[in-house]
């Protein structure tokens, strides 16, 4: 996985295709979220796995990617019903399957574990990536990972690169590479807060 090219001026966060930031939250309406921005924006951050660098990452990445297909297949099979997350995961669950429910479940918990390792780092000046990505991966998704699992995990947090490789990768202008990641990094925390708690109702569970 070779490091995305960051035209100059710019920033990594700025050549998405979708960031969080922009993501349509409906307050009105139990904060549905739409699906279309969503998967764009997730399939956007995948790309933040490349920055990491090494190749030990792409068992994350191609997690991630695979449960966005699952849901964007649901979505374009049943259009009408899947505009917002919610409703999709409502109707799917309706016809008795829960291919893309299950995988928006694990989808949410890789994005939990990339918000909270992203923020923790940005918060601690002085931590490494592997330590923040080592502490994240404990919070969230190693309590489901089996014991084939956990080592592939384990080997792309320790290959982590250092800070101070990591954060020019996003950007030459540091101070606005911080500003825009502070900013995505809240709204993808704001994301994930919802789509746990929306998890957690009877409504969502199979």
Known sequence: MSAPAVPEGATLLSTFKRSFVDVPVDAENDNAISTTE?????????TMFDALGSIAF?????????NV???RERQLATPAESETLQALVRNELKVKSHKATEGLVWLVRGLDFTCIAL????AKAGEELSDSFRGAYGATLKPHHGLLVKPVFSAAMSACPYRKDFYPKLGADQDAVAGELRAYLAALEKIVAILKGFQDRKEAKW
Not at 58 to 66: E, R
Not at 119 to 122: A, D, G, R, W, Y
């Open 58 to 66: 792409s068992p994350v990445k191609s997690d991630m990617l695979g």
């Open 38 to 46: 969503f998967l764009d924006a997730a399939e956007s951050l995948t």
């Open 69 to 71: 297909k699952k849901i």
């Open 119 to 122: 923020s923790q780092n940005l």
